[in-house]
Every structure is written in structure tokens, then in C-alpha cells.
């Protein structure tokens, strides 16, 4: 796992909610997920739809 710097940490945290597309095998996206991130210290917490 990569280590995220505090300006990815606060880009993160900071948007409303964020959406997720998975790629499939075939290199397809599938459907959009919005997603619901807060930010504590150095953690994310993350919650989908």
C-alpha cells in the first residue's frame, strides 16, 4: 500500500461525496458509487451507498 500525503488526505476528506467505478476484468468501469469519506487525523473512514 502506498502512503498518502496530507494534501491527498485533505482532497479527500474535504470532497462532499466522492464517486467510485471499479474496473471490471475487461477493462470496462462499472457503475458509479457514491461514497461518504471523513477525515480524523490520519485515517479515513468510508462509508458507500
Same mark, same amino acid.
Given at each position: 500500500?502506498?502512503?498518502?500525503?496530507?494534501?491527498?488526505? *485533505?482532497?479527500?476528506?474535504?470532497?462532499?461525496?466522492?464517486?467510485?467505478?471499479?474496473?471490471?476484468? *475487461?477493462?470496462?468501469?462499472?457503475?458509479?458509487?457514491?461514497?461518504?469519506?471523513?477525515?480524523?487525523? *490520519? *485515517?479515513?473512514?468510508?462509508?458507500?451507498?
Amino acid at each position: 500500500m502506498t502512503t498518502w500525503t496530507n494534501e491527498d488526505l *485533505d482532497r479527500v476528506g474535504e470532497a462532499e461525496e466522492p464517486q467510485l467505478a471499479s474496473v471490471r476484468n *475487461d477493462g470496462t468501469l462499472r457503475p458509479y458509487v457514491t461514497m461518504w469519506v471523513v477525515r480524523v487525523g *490520519d *485515517d479515513l473512514y468510508v462509508r458507500s451507498a
